[in-house]
């Protein structure tokens, strides 16, 4: 029996700048292998962005910004 996805809650994942771009974002948390995964991504609709659907690729996120993929949700910080 698993537990549900997000049941450790949201991880922080330190960016150097923002804004930053949500398929970098993705990649760069480690939850796609190379940017044209995290892109696929993006725009089959599969990632969320503060609890609404994202489909663009090139959306700037900022510090403070929820992204859930695949059951996890990842917190952009300024670090």
């Not at 029996?1 to 330190?14: E, K, L, N, Q």
């Not at 398929?23 to 995290?38: D, M």
């Not at 599969?46 to 993929?69: F, P, S, Y």
């Amino acid at each position: 029996m698993s537990s549900s996805p997000d049941a450790a809650g949201p991880r922080a994942v330190i960016v150097h700048h923002v804004p930053i771009q949500l398929s970098q974002f993705i990649k760069f948390a480690g939850l796609a292998e190379s940017g044209g995964q995290a892109k696929q991504a993006v725009v089959d609709g599969g990632v969320q962005v503060n609890g609404t659907a994202e489909t663009r690729k090139g959306r700037q996120l900022l510090a403070g910004d929820r992204v859930t993929i695949a059951g996890q949700t990842l917190v952009v910080q300024l670090g």
